[in-house]
């Protein structure tokens, strides 16, 4: 059974920095491509970032552009998002996800799910 487990979300203020995490297991991670979505109260799931199987590949929405940067680490089965100069419009639950394909945008190309971790940025 496939298992996707977000931790490091929290109360920051802006402009500081927080780093999630994403523990995967039930699944060959290694060759799963992985993204980091986000939903904040009263919005549609917004996509974040994404990561290649290998690494060697990711890509960013704009809004986050130059300021989060995702990546993994294969021998640990886990899944990293490094956010900075996080502001309050970065509030809401960040979900990982996971896929066997190629990278992908689209939230519906993902097959597996974690419950999420809040990240909360006061002015």
């Known amino acids: 059974q496939v298992a996707l487990v977000e931790s490091g979300g929290g109360l920051v203020q802006s402009g500081d920095s927080l780093r999630l995490s994403c523990a995967a297991s039930?699944?060959?991670?290694?060759?799963?491509?992985m993204a980091w979505f986000r939903q904040a109260p009263g919005k549609e799931r917004e996509y974040v970032a994404a990561?290649?199987?290998?690494?060697?590949?990711?890509s960013y929405a704009l809004s986050v552009k130059g300021r989060f940067t995702i990546s993994r680490d294969n021998a640990k089965n886990t899944l990293y998002l490094q956010m900075s100069s996080l502001n309050p419009e970065d509030t809401a639950v960040y979900l990982c996800?996971?896929?066997?394909?190629?990278?992908?945008?689209?939230?519906?190309?993902?097959?597996?799910w974690g419950q999420g971790t809040q990240v909360t940025v006061s002015s």
């Open positions: 996800a996971a896929r066997s394909g190629s990278v992908s945008i689209l939230s519906r190309e993902y097959n597996y």
């Open positions: 039930g699944l060959t991670f290694s060759r799963a491509s």
């Open positions: 990561i290649s199987w290998s690494g060697g590949i990711t």
